[in-house]
C-alpha cells in the first residue's frame, strides 16, 4: 500500500486534482463517536504510563530490576501514544494521509518499532518473574542490572530491525520499490506487507513471545499451587491461607496473558494473512478494529503491570496524595522506616504474621509462602 504525495490542487489540469483516497471516510456522527473513544484511549495511554515513571522515580522502594523493566515498558508505550496513536488516529477518521510519502513511511516505522519493543518487553517482564519464582536463591545473581540493560538493548535492536530497517529499504512490499515511493496519486498510508515479511515478523515479535510467555506462566502457576498445597497440608487453618494467594495469583496471571492474547492475537492473524493472500485482501473497518485492539494493549499495561502490584499501588496513592496537598504523605519517614512498625505496636503487628514454611519443589528449589506473592510481582 502507498500513502499520498501532496500534489498542487490550484491547476485543473494536474491528474491527482480532486483525488481522494480508496478507502471512504465515515459520516460526521460517526467521526465524532469514534473519536471520542480514540481520544479516551490516548489520554489513558499518556496518563497511565506517565504515572507510572512517575510513580517510579519518585517511590525509592519501586527502584527494583523488574520495575525498571516495568518502567521500559512504560515508556515505549508512552511514546507510542504521543508520536504514533495521534497520527492513528487522524487517519482512522478521515481515511486522508495529508503528510506526505516521508512522514508517511517514518509513521509506520515507528509503528512497528514502539508495538514490537512494548511485547517484547512483556516477554521480559514474564521471564524475569520465571527466574524470581524458579531460582528464588540465585535471582540476584540471575537477574542483574548489567543483563537487563543488555536485555532491553536486545529488545530495541530487534524492534529497529523489523522496523525501519525493511520498511526503508522495500523489504516488505512485493516487489524491489520501497513503499510510498510511487508517484500515484493515493493518499492512503498503510504498512505493505509481502509473505516473507509477515512470515517473518509475525513469528519474531509475537508468535514465539507467546509461547514463550504461556510456558513461563504455566510453570509459575504449577510451582504457586504445589507451594500453596504443601503449606496447606502441613499448617492446616493458617492465619492467611495460602490458597487464597493462589487463587489471586491465578487470577492476576490468567488476566495479564489473557489481556495480551485478545488484545495482539486478532491483530497479528490478520497481518500475516496479508502477507499469504495480498494486501488488498484485508481493508476497512476488520482491520481498523484489530489494530485498535492492539494499541488498547499500551493503555491496559499500566493497569495490569501497576495497579495489580501492591508496591505499586501504594505509590500511586501516594502520588495522588502528593498532588492534592502539596507535599507526601508520612513524608516525615523514610520508605523504609514507613514500611517497618515499630514499637510495641509493631511487634504486635509481627506477632499476628503467619509462619513462613520453607519447602523444595520437585527440583529442590527452596521456596517460602512469600514466593506466591512474587508470582508475576502483581500481588
Not at 249 to 272: D, E, K
Request: with cysteine; proline share 5%.
Amino acid at each position: 500500500m502507498r500513502a499520498g504525495l501532496l500534489h498542487p490542487c490550484s491547476d485543473t489540469m494536474d491528474p491527482c486534482y480532486n483525488h481522494t483516497s480508496s478507502q471512504k471516510s465515515m459520516d460526521p456522527p460517526m467521526q465524532l463517536l469514534v473519536g471520542f473513544f480514540l481520544g479516551i484511549l490516548i489520554v489513558i495511554t499518556l496518563c497511565g504510563n506517565i504515572i507510572v515513571c512517575l510513580a517510579v522515580t519518585l517511590d525509592r522502594r519501586l527502584r527494583s530490576v523488574t520495575n525498571r523493566i516495568i518502567v521500559s515498558l512504560a515508556i515505549t508505550d508512552l511514546l507510542l501514544g504521543l508520536l504514533v496513536l495521534p497520527f492513528s488516529a487522524y487517519y482512522e477518521l478521515t481515511k486522508d494521509w495529508p503528510f506526505g510519502s516521508v512522514l508517511c513511511n517514518i509513521y509506520t516505522s515507528l509503528d512497528v518499532m514502539l508495538c514490537t519493543a512494548s511485547i517484547l518487553n512483556l516477554l521480559m517482564i514474564s521471564l524475569d518473574r520465571y527466574f524470581a519464582i524458579t531460582t528464588p536463591l540465585r535471582y540476584g545473581q540471575v537477574v542483574t542490572p548489567s543483563r537487563v540493560a543488555v536485555g532491553l538493548a536486545v529488545i530495541w535492536t530487534v524492534s529497529l530491525m523489523v522496523s525501519f530497517l525493511p520498511i526503508h529499504l522495500g523489504w516488505n512490499t512485493k516487489g524491489t520499490a520501497v513503499q510510498n515511493t510511487s508517484t500515484t496519486c493515493s493518499k492512503e498510508c498503510t504498512l505493505g506487507v509481502n509473505l516473507e515479511y509477515g512470515l517473518v515478523d509475525s513469528l519474531l515479535t509475537f508468535y514465539i513471545p507467546l509461547v514463550i510467555m504461556c510456558i513461563t506462566y504455566y510453570r509459575i502457576l504449577r510451582i504457586a499451587r504445589e507451594q500453596a498445597k504443601r503449606i496447606n497440608h502441613t499448617w492446616g487453618n493458617a492465619p492467611v491461607s495460602p490458597m487464597v494467594k493462589e487463587h489471586k495469583a491465578t487470577m492476576t496471571l490468567a488476566v495479564v496473558l489473557g489481556a495480551f492474547i485478545v488484545c495482539w492475537f486478532p491483530y497479528f492473524t490478520l497481518f500475516t494473512y496479508r502477507g499469504v493472500s495480498g494486501d488488498s485482501q484485508v481493508k476497512g473497518t476488520l482491520m481498523s478494529i484489530v489494530l485498535w485492539l492492539g494499541y488498547a494493549n499500551s493503555a491496559l499495561n499500566p493497569i495490569l503491570y501497576g495497579t495489580l502490584n501492591k508496591d505499586f499501588r501504594v505509590a500511586y496513592q501516594n502520588l495522588l496524595h502528593c498532588c492534592r496537598t502539596g507535599y507526601p504523605r508520612n513524608s516525615h519517614l523514610p520508605p523504609l522506616q514507613q514500611a517497618q512498625p515499630r514499637g510495641r505496636q509493631g511487634q504486635g503487628r509481627q506477632e499476628g504474621k503467619p509462619l513462613k514454611l520453607e519447602v523444595r519443589n520437585e527440583k529442590g528449589t527452596l521456596l517460602t509462602d512469600g514466593a506466591l506473592k512474587s508470582t508475576g510481582a502483581f500481588l
